[in-house]
């Protein structure tokens, strides 16, 4: 099972840090990706990392904004993400893939488990 949370209302230019809790199965050899979701559009990846940490991957449209990190320990994954837009507006979900499934399976939004989304609302 995955949670998100830490979404919230901020102002454009501002920061957001979303958590992404993994319970009940192992958190090895897995791919977390964060995806979003906005009103009217259809749902984008936005950054994904290895459990070993030793890969990730960033949207174009986040490069250089946002930051995934994990914390094995805690089996949770972070987004941090700054100088936020009003474009950002979504509802942002964590899913999980097994890692041998590859980031194929991230970038088709091919993934075994999902959590529930939290929202980001960036005012302009």
């Keep these: 099972q995955l949670q998100a949370s ?28 964060w995806f979003r979701q906005a009103t009217g559009k259809e749902r ?8 070993s940490a030793s890969l990730t991957y960033y949207a174009d449209s986040v490069k250089g904004r946002f930051t995934i990190s994990s914390d094995n320990a805690k089996n949770t994954v972070y987004l941090q993400m700054n100088s ?12 999980a893939v097994p890692l041998h499934r590859g980031w194929i399976s991230f970038m088709m939004h091919d993934m075994d488990s999902w959590g529930k989304g939290t929202l ?5």
């Design 6 to 33: 830490g979404g919230g209302l901020v102002q454009a230019g501002g920061s957001l840090r979303l958590s992404c809790v993994v319970s009940g199965s192992p958190f090895d050899d897995y791919i977390i990706g």
């Design 120 to 124: 980001v609302t960036v005012s302009s």
């Design 44 to 51: 984008e990846e936005v950054s994904c990392i290895s459990s």
């Design 84 to 95: 936020l837009n009003p474009e950002d507006s979504a509802v942002y979900s964590c899913a």
